[in-house]
């Protein structure tokens, strides 16, 4: 079926001639995962054409941002996309840093990759889990959210926090990878991967699953491409572009893994891709838990870095900064800068222009799951509903990164 | 094929469109070029084009406000991405608040329709040509652009909320 060609044109004159029936999908239903309505025109079970409504947890945080500090605008960026929020953290660290110029330890970026790649894990382990609670199999998903939990308990012992991280500071992280959590994190390695083909094996050639998914909502490298895809999504389409790989950051380079395409771009494509991710991500971890340099876990860059506390209260040095740092006393220098990591669901990119002031004079968020839920009616005319719901769940629409 | 580097991208973009180009620079690697509201589309196409350079990919879309710089206050940036070189280019425009309308690039990446849709709900510049331009985050019914310089998230002369200490 070709769906480029498919009208998605919603109500014409004579419409009402076709005896369609208009559906409300949503603001509020179990099946979409968040608060985004679909006005469906359904010709009985098959979609005619189908209209989305986003906005309904627009925050405005790119105007907020605009009188935040650089400090002030993690906590907006974990609300974002709040299944992988250390990304997003990372990922706005990563464009301050370069907008100041400052250079990384090893062992901040090893461990950033480290939480990154958990991160991804838990987004596609929720990504995939629910697509199985929307085909029917309520099991596998309870199998991986003891796992994911798991993560959560990792994040807890790096930063405190478990959904909202806020983590990383500019430079480095706010303290070191302590004894527990290297151990948190070995234990999550050695257990994990049981866990992951358990989920594998409910799932990967269960005739029922394969049946619902397969050639369902599939679309083409050159309509994703013009869509402008990233991430799994994409690369279900048979594009092997990764920003881990096109322009590594944070060390990327020093990891062997590799990057899974699909053919297709269906539903079932989508799956194994992401099932596949998560597979290097274990091998991304395991490489460098392994090779876990020694070091500074920041960088020395007093100006930006907040000092340990107990220094505050003897050194005149670090009150002054810390007094500066928490006060937005210094500033940034004039420039432009484009910084994109490769998110849950695809390029989260920052653009921020900075004209020397303690804010953002503008920061754009270039939010992967915004740019690809456009072609979702162009995805679900022509099939039933049923398929409507697990494109929608393959996809993995999230809808704070879709809001902003 | 010859790798595309940004002095390569520099040299044939002056090549090409030498005469609409100006404020030519390489701010953190990225090469920045801004050129007029009349010229963005043709270029966007020959960029698309062009068997060399295929800049394919559009990244991102999005406004910015420079309420000082009179008769150029709105602008409008575009971040393209050639996928087969790995080389990333923004364009920019700038043009008038009075005269806000820019032709649009739907008809090149379908991926602009939301993005020009999502500037004009906060930037209130009208893409002339778009198949369905309405605010699309915001309610249909709001009046103000929201993210243009004039609305501050926080009045700086309040009297009511004196805080010394924060300066805000």
């Known amino acids: 079926m070709e769906l480029a060609k498919q009208n998605t044109q919603i109500v014409t004159p004579d419409s009402y001639m076709q005896e369609l029936t208009t559906l409300n999908l949503g603001p509020t239903h179990p099946a979409t995962h968040g608060i985004f309505q679909n006005i469906l025109q359904m010709d009985g079970e098959k979609i005619v054409s189908g209209v989305p409504t986003i906005g309904y947890i627009h925050r405005a945080f790119e105007k907020i941002a605009e009188r935040r500090n650089f400090y002030q605008i993690t906590p907006l960026t974990d609300r974002m996309n709040y299944c992988s929020s250390p990304i997003n953290n990372m990922g706005w660290w990563m464009t301050v840093e370069k907008l100041l110029g400052v250079t990384v330890p090893k062992r901040a970026e090893y461990i950033r990759v480290i939480v990154m790649e958990l991160a991804r894990i838990a987004d596609h382990l929720i990504c995939n889990s629910i697509l199985g609670v929307d085909t029917g199999a309520f099991t596998g998903f309870l199998y991986v959210f003891q796992e994911r939990e798991k993560i959560y308990e990792i994040y807890e012992e790096i930063c405190g926090a478990r959904l909202t991280t806020n983590m990383g500071r500019v430079g480095g992280m706010e303290r070191d990878l302590s004894p527990v959590a290297i151990q948190k994190i070995r234990d999550f390695l050695r257990d994990f991967p049981k866990v992951m083909t358990e989920f594998e094996t409910l799932f990967n050639r269960n005739r029922i699953f394969i049946d619902r998914v397969e050639n369902v909502g599939p679309i083409t490298a050159e309509r994703a491409l013009n869509y402008g895809f990233t991430g799994p999504n994409l690369r279900a389409a048979g594009v092997d572009y990764d920003v881990r790989v096109m322009n590594p950051y944070s060390s990327y380079q020093d990891f062997d893994f590799e990057i899974p395409v699909g053919t297709k771009g269906d539903t079932y494509d989508r799956f194994m891709v992401r099932n596949e991710e998560i597979w290097q991500s274990l091998r991304i971890i395991q490489q460098a838990m392994d090779n876990l340099p020694e070091g500074p876990f920041h960088a020395d860059a007093p100006e930006f870095y907040l000092p340990p506390k107990q220094d505050v209260y003897r050194n005149m040095e670090a009150l002054i900064y810390h007094f500066k740092i928490v006060m937005g006393e210094i500033d940034a220098p004039v420039g432009e800068v484009y910084h994109s990591v490769e998110g849950g669901n695809g390029e989260l990119g920052f653009y921020l222009v900075s004209d020397g002031g303690r804010t953002p004079y503008r920061l754009h968020f270039r939010r992967p799951c915004f740019i690809y839920y456009q072609a979702y009616p162009e995805m679900v005319v022509g099939t039933q509903l049923s398929d409507a719901i697990v494109i929608l769940s393959s996809m993995n629409v999230i809808a704070g990164e879709l809001d902003a | ?168």
């Open chain 2, 1 to 168: 094929m010859a790798e595309l580097t940004n002095e390569l991208l520099v040299q044939t973009l002056q090549e090409k469109f030498g005469d609409q180009l100006f404020d030519m620079h390489e701010p953190y690697g990225l090469v920045t070029v801004t050129t007029t509201r009349e010229n963005i589309i043709p270029m966007l196409q020959a960029l698309y084009d062009d068997a060399f350079l295929q800049f394919q990919f559009l990244t991102t879309l999005c406004g910015i406000h420079y309420p000082d710089s009179k008769g150029q206050e709105l602008g409008v940036i575009y971040h393209l991405h050639s996928l087969v070189h790995n080389v990333r280019l923004r364009i920019k425009i700038f043009f008038s608040e009075d005269d806000a309308v820019v032709p649009t690039a739907t008809n090149l990446y379908q991926t602009a329709n939301w993005m020009e849709r999502e500037t004009f709900d906060f930037y209130g510049i009208r893409f002339e040509g778009h198949p369905n331009l309405i605010r699309i985050l915001n309610v249909e019914e709001m009046e103000a652009f929201p993210m243009r310089k004039e609305f501050p998230l926080e009045d700086q002369t309040r009297e009511d909320k004196i805080n010394t200490f924060f300066g805000r």
